[in-house]
């Protein structure tokens, strides 16, 4: 199976800031990546696929990079509704997997 | 609007069944393959099962092969996931979800999650 490992567990940040989700594919997925944001109770939400395209309805302050094994989640300006944990995940091989998560706590 | 709705869960004792439904409405289904995706409390997410709009081609994880099957009734706009043999460990909230389309025989490489149920809760206890 494919590991996706990201970095780091929990990040602390402060309304505006800008913060940088890593996440490590085990062997190259390509660009078959994709990011969702989840809030306590809540299901998952797609925010990026295929590495960098952002999803309908996403506001453009989410961005994501990369190719390979190495890939990243941008917030350029964090805003209060975006504190939540944030999942990426492989779809280049069975089975799908994904990262442990990154929860983005308020400073 | 795309809308999934999980039904089904609920208190089982480790070694028995339950089987999940997941009620589509918004979109046609059968065009759509589907999948189901768990979270341990407190645990992050796992992908365990996914089949194609024809139930053709079904895929599992290994947590769940053997025990869980995956089945869709498109005249209904449903999904089901029956759990055999349920262990402590499959205690979760389950949620279906989107994966990509496939017409006419021709797939698009929407193989990421889309659309996700609001989830239902499985718990395995004595």
């Known amino acids: 199976d494919i590991q996706m490992t990201q970095s780091p567990s929990t990040l602390s940040a402060n309304v505006g800031d800008k913060v940088t989700l890593t996440c490590r594919a085990s062997q190259s997925i390509r660009t078959w990546l994709a990011w969702y944001q989840q809030k306590p109770g809540k299901a998952p939400r797609l925010l990026i696929y295929?590495?960098?395209i952002l999803e309908s309805g996403v506001p453009s302050r989410f961005s994501g990079s990369g190719s390979g094994t190495e890939f990243t989640l941008t917030i350029s300006s964090l805003q209060p509704d975006d504190f939540a944990t944030y999942y990426c995940q492989q779809y280049n091989t069975y089975p799908w997997t994904f990262g442990q998560g990154t929860t983005v706590e308020i400073k | 609007e795309v809308r999934l709705v999980e039904s089904g869960g609920g208190l089982v004792q480790p070694g028995g069944s339950l089987r999940l439904s997941c009620a589509a409405s918004?979109?046609?289904?059968?065009?759509?393959?589907m999948n189901w995706v768990r979270q341990a409390p407190g645990k992050g997410l796992e992908w365990i099962s996914n089949i194609s709009g024809s139930s053709i081609d079904t895929h599992y994880a290994e947590s769940v092969k053997g025990r869980f099957t995956i089945s869709r009734d498109n005249a209904k706009n449903s999904v089901y996931l029956q759990m055999n043999s349920l262990r402590v460990e499959d205690t979760a909230t389950y949620y279906c979800?989107?994966?990509?389309?496939?017409?006419?025989?021709?797939?698009?490489?929407?193989?990421?999650?889309?659309?996700w149920g609001q989830g239902t809760l499985v718990t395995v206890s004595s």
């Open positions: 295929k590495a960098s």
């Open positions: 979800a989107s994966g990509r389309s496939c017409i006419n025989g021709l797939c698009d490489d929407d193989l990421y999650f889309r659309h």
């Open positions: 918004g979109f046609t289904l059968s065009s759509y393959e």
